[in-house]
Structures are given as structure tokens and as C-alpha cells.
């Protein structure tokens, strides 16, 4: 497995605009490493404790994305440094990471995670549900949260149809959520979708950013 090149072989093919996340979940810092040294500056993890830990070990030029669904008594030890927490679906995990951003003093981004798969286990919201959170008095106080986009999961499936309408959906999610609430705010611009699997897709559905990890890292063994 040569990292440095499958990082340059994905990077190469991405339009211009469309960002890498390297997922790096489970993997140890050496492959990080090779990761950092063919360039790439943005790695995603999924679990609090292993990045924590990450993050003190490795260089301080890497971008941290928490790329799931991080547990509430658990976002305090990743909001002093983390970039983007791609996974939240609710306006009490929000309520949470605006207080942590208080206490740090800073703006945590955030990705709103929408439900377009059709497998149930999947987490997210629906378009509804998120003009719920967004029309809610309480939202419209948090001044340390930002949310800058939008994030989603395909079914994991061999019908290339149904995961292109997938990621359409999102994408129309996306633009719609544009028009009615971020019509003025350059702040709200990204589309995190696409993984291994499904990444070429992805992008062209419109994907400002893909979560790539075992064709980079290899396989997981958990
Ligand atoms: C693990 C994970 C990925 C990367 O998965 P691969 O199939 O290995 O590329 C992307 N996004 C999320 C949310 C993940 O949990």
C-alpha cells in the first residue's frame, strides 16, 4: 500500500474546488505521516479519544474534520482545535458545540447530516427537520456555531442510480437550504459527500468535498 501515491492519484483526478478528507479512523500516525508527506493537510476521525490523541502527537498544520456523530460529553475535548465537525443532526448536539465554542472562544463549523440513504441505521435529518433547527429561536442565538454546509451517506449498494439520486438529493438539499436561510452568507458553501466507493460520483453530483479512507489507508481490520 503506498499511501503518498494513492493520495496523489485522488487528489490529481479532483476538479478544482473539491477537497480531500482523509480518512484516517483506526489507522496509526505513521501512515498519517506518509499521508502529510505527499502533501495532504486534512485527515477526518470519528472517535473523540483517537483524535485527541492524534492531534497531540502529530503536526499542528493538520486540518481536523470529526467526520461522525460525536457523543455530547465528549465534544468539549475537540472544541479547542477541531476544523469541522461534519455529522451533526440535531438542534441539541448543536446547543452543545455552541457551548463549547463559547467557552473556547471561537466559531466551531459544523455540517448539517441529512438522511439519504435508504438504509434506516444511517443518521441524519430530513429537510424539515433541519428548518426546524433553523427557524428556532434558540439557533438563531448561537454565535459560536457556524454551519457551512451540508453532509450525507449514500446507500452502500452496486446500483450507481440509485447513489446518484442519492447524492442529487443532498445536493438539492443543499440549495434549497441556500436559498431560504444562507442566501446571503458566503459562510454556508460545502457538500460533504462521497466515500471509497462512491467518491467519482460524488463529485459529479457536485461534492465540494469527499471522505475517502480505505483507498488510501487500506482496508480497516477493527
Ligand atoms: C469511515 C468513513 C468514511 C470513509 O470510508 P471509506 O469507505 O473507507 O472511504 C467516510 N465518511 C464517514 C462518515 C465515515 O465514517
Same mark, same amino acid.
Given at each position: 500500500m503506498d499511501i503518498g501515491k494513492n493520495i496523489l492519484a485522488i487528489t490529481t483526478n479532483l476538479p478544482e474546488g473539491v477537497k480531500l478528507v482523509a480518512v484516517s479512523k483506526t489507522?496509526?500516525?505513521e501512515d498519517i505521516l506518509e499521508a502529510y508527506n505527499a502533501g495532504q493537510r486534512i485527515f477526518g476521525e470519528n472517535k473523540v479519544q483517537d483524535l485527541t490523541k492524534k492531534y497531540?502527537?502529530?503536526p499542528k498544520d493538520i486540518e481536523w474534520h470529526f467526520i461522525g456523530h460525536p457523543q455530547s460529553?465528549? !465534544?468539549?475535548y475537540i472544541a479547542p482545535f477541531i476544523s469541522l465537525i461534519?455529522?451533526?443532526d440535531s438542534l441539541k448536539l448543536l446547543k452543545i458545540i455552541n457551548k463549547e465554542g463559547q467557552k473556547n472562544e471561537r466559531k466551531i463549523k459544523c455540517l448539517l447530516q441529512f438522511h439519504i440513504a435508504e438504509e434506516s441505521t444511517k443518521f441524519g435529518l430530513d429537510i424539515q427537520e433541519a428548518?426546524? !433547527?433553523?427557524d428556532s429561536e434558540e439557533f438563531k442565538n448561537f454565535a459560536n456555531v457556524e454551519i457551512a454546509g451540508v453532509m450525507g451517506m449514500a446507500t452502500y449498494t452496486d446500483d450507481e442510480t440509485q447513489i446518484r439520486n442519492e447524492f442529487r438529493m443532498l445536493y438539492n438539499i443543499f440549495t434549497q437550504l441556500k436559498n431560504e436561510y444562507f442566501s446571503a452568507a458566503d459562510s454556508f458553501y460545502e457538500i460533504s459527500m462521497g466515500m471509497s466507493d462512491?467518491?467519482?460520483i460524488a463529485v459529479e453530483e457536485g461534492s465540494t468535498m469527499v471522505r475517502v479512507g480505505s483507498k488510501i489507508f487500506g482496508a480497516r481490520n477493527y
Open positions: 489507522k496509526p500516525n497531540e502527537e502529530l460529553n465528549k !465534544v468539549k461534519h455529522g451533526v428548518r426546524d !433547527v433553523l462512491d467518491y467519482p
